[in-house]
């Protein structure tokens, strides 16, 4: 099937409160046109010179999302269009964040990430840091970021009893910051969790946002 075919289907597929966010991360512009010109609108990517590359040479309407691992010195890169950063791990990221925002005159979205996967090479806070990162007196006056949720990957494996788990462990983790620290705030609403193989158990266990590549894509050649 075609990219264009593969994003018709799979946005025919989801629930209607679930956003696509296709995961382009190493493959050309031509094919993120493809998307495009298929009504996506939505594009995910992992690395920052790769995304500004891209960003150049596409329309202007497409809402970027920064998905992988962030480095301080290159939020500036993307600081100008960036929409939403699914990858917050630290209050020291999230200061940069807000500087840079605050130095284009905008408020960037973003997502703080959650380490639940049984690996240790994944990326993300415990839930701990990231209660801790809540109750920072240093949040306060960051007026260019928006707090919009949490974001997470559950152990890549075939056992989907365990991802369940994961996944439910996250949406638990959101209902309860949700109670503590956003109450009445209706932008932290958005659970990023599922991937090309387990979107679906995540759609299950209350996703709001599937960072979907292979599916779509087809495999990457890294
Ligand atoms: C690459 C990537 C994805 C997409 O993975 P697929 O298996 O290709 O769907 C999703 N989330 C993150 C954080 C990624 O880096």
């Known amino acids: 099937m075609s990219i264009a075919q593969n994003i018709v289907q799979l946005k025919a597929s989801l629930p209607t409160n679930v956003t696509l966010v296709a995961v382009s991360k190493f493959h050309p512009a031509e094919a993120l046109k493809e998307a495009y010109d298929a009504g996506q609108r939505v594009f995910g990517e992992s690395r920052a010179q790769e995304l500004t590359a891209k960003q150049k040479v596409l329309p202007d309407d497409i809402e ?22 699914h990858s917050i791990d630290s209050l020291k990221l999230l200061q940069e964040v807000n500087k840079q925002a605050a130095k284009n005159n905008r408020v960037i979205r973003v997502l703080l990430e959650i380490h639940v996967a049984q690996e240790d090479t994944k990326y993300g806070m415990t839930p701990d840091e990231c209660r801790q990162l809540l109750q920072s007196e240093q949040l306060a006056g960051l007026d260019n970021i928006q707090i919009c949720g949490l974001m997470g990957m559950a152990t890549y494996t075939d056992d989907t009893v365990l991802i369940e788990q ?57």
Do not use: C
């Open 166 to 222: 994961e996944f439910h462990i996250l949406h638990e983790l959101f209902i309860e910051l949700k109670a503590l620290y956003f109450i009445g705030n209706d932008n932290f609403a958005e659970l990023s969790m599922g991937m090309s193989h387990d979107y679906p158990v995540a759609i299950r266990q209350g996703s709001t946002m599937i960072r979907v590549g292979t599916s779509i894509f087809g495999e990457r050649e890294y």
């Open 64 to 85: 970027w999302h920064f998905i992988g691992p962030l480095q301080s010195n290159k939020v500036k890169d993307i600081a100008p269009f960036i929409h939403t950063i």
